[in-house]
């Protein structure tokens, strides 16, 4: 009985604290906000393109730090994780997009979350200048999209 007890109380501690104790993001007094571009990369473990388009976008997401963008991928290295992909694809509203490029390894799609509009397709031959320049156009800064290199057209 006094062992029940103890976990109990343990347990209501443990759950007090989740909800009093401030979030890293809450201490640096970052906000959150909703994304005003989302940038999704179809990549797989066995996938060279992967590589280049992750080198060439590492190089690129640091000047974007503070634009609201949410960088994030799909994993289609496997049966399981292609399936727990489209699983999160679809509670994120995004699963039409998923199906029409999730075969593309190595690539990577920009879409508008207001819109569900893809704003852009950029594959792994896209240079750092051209991949900066590209998501900038998306978020409404730079001159506009056309196809170029590293563009691909579905």
């Not at 995004?94 to 950029?122: A, F």
């Not at 900038?136 to 563009?151: C, D, F, I, L, V």
Request: with cysteine.
């Amino acid at each position: 009985m006094r062992m029940k007890l103890t976990i109990a109380m343990l347990a209501a501690v443990l759950t007090a604290g989740l909800f009093l104790t401030p979030t890293l993001a809450e201490e640096e007094g970052v906000k959150a906000q909703d994304p005003e571009l989302i940038s999704l990369r179809f990549y797989a473990d066995w996938c060279g393109f992967c590589r280049i388009l992750d080198a060439t976008l590492d190089e690129v997401k640091a000047e974007f730090e503070e634009a609201p963008i949410w960088f994030t991928h799909v994993d289609i290295t496997d049966e399981h994780t292609t399936r727990q992909s489209g699983f999160m694809a679809a509670q994120l509203g995004i699963g039409d997009i998923y199906e029409e490029y999730g075969n593309s390894t190595g690539d990577m799609v920009l879409i508008d979350p207001s819109t569900g509009e893809v704003k852009d397709h950029i594959t792994h031959e896209a240079s750092k200048e051209d991949l900066r320049n590209r998501i900038a156009a998306a978020m409404g800064g730079a001159a506009g999209s056309g196809t170029r290199e590293g563009s691909a057209s579905r």
